[in-house]
């Protein structure tokens, strides 16, 4: 069975501290893709960053990064030196070759605190 | 400016009443989807479509029905049989060129219905 669990249900840290968001899936197959999206206040989804099960290289854009571990089944996001504008719900989530479908954890709601 | 439109943002009903909610895409993407969230449970599946005049049924599609008569549009109804229809519903697109699977979904800015 495909599975994305996400097992932090609410952060909150003091703006400018670090934070990372954990996400762990399961697949058989070998060919898949990962997803990280953001849902704001505002209630629409934005995306963020997709990586192929290929490709396991940790990628950096600003002030965020994700590292993604295929031993351990887990693509984890990390946000340095928080703001409070990172506020907001984010969902991790996966999706396989053989179907359109896209399956979602249940998100992490992270609070900056000023 | 392309992108998805949901409308309206805010809808309440009675119970009993069926409701259509509207989603429009100017993307020209293939495939459709909508998803309903509630606190906690994030986001699951209710019907997807890879085609104008084709869709299939996601993880919670009882009670609710589709259409997918132009390739722009696909309208959710929430009928009378969905027991507990207050949810927040998104809708969203993804393009079908090349290796879709690898493609992101498109959201949006969904419609919060309220059954009273």
């Known amino acids: 069975a495909q599975k994305v669990t996400q097992a932090q249900t609410e952060i909150s840290v003091v703006e400018k501290e670090d934070v990372t968001l954990d996400c762990v899936y399961e697949t058989r197959d070998t060919t898949y893709y990962l997803f990280w999206y953001k849902q704001p206040p505002s209630g629409e989804l934005v995306f963020l960053i997709r990586r192929n099960s290929f490709d396991e290289q940790n990628e950096i854009s600003g002030r965020y990064s994700w590292n993604f571990q295929k031993s351990t089944s887990s693509f984890n996001f990390t946000i340095t030196a928080s703001q409070v504008v990172d506020s907001a719900v984010y969902f991790c989530a996966l999706s396989m070759n053989r179907d359109d479908k896209i399956i979602f954890g249940k998100g992490t709601r992270l609070h900056i605190l000023p | 400016d392309g992108g998805i439109t949901q409308s309206p943002k805010y809808l309440f009903r009675k119970e009993g009443q069926n409701v259509t909610l509207s989603c429009e895409q100017n993307?020209?993407?293939?495939?459709m989807y909508w998803y309903r969230q509630d606190p906690g449970q994030g986001l699951r599946l209710i019907y997807y479509?890879?085609?104008?005049?084709?869709?299939q049924k996601g993880d919670i599609a009882e009670g609710y029905s589709v259409s997918r008569e132009k390739k722009e549009s696909f309208p959710l109804t929430v009928t009378s049989a969905q027991k507990n229809p207050t949810a927040f519903y998104l809708c969203?697109?993804?393009?079908?060129?090349?290796?879709?699977?690898?493609?992101?979904?498109?959201f949006g800015p969904g419609t919060r219905l309220t059954v009273l």
């Open positions: 993307l020209n993407h293939d495939a």
């Open positions: 969203a697109s993804r393009e079908q060129t090349g290796v879709s699977s690898y493609n992101e979904q498109f």
């Open positions: 479509s890879q085609i104008v005049n084709d869709f």
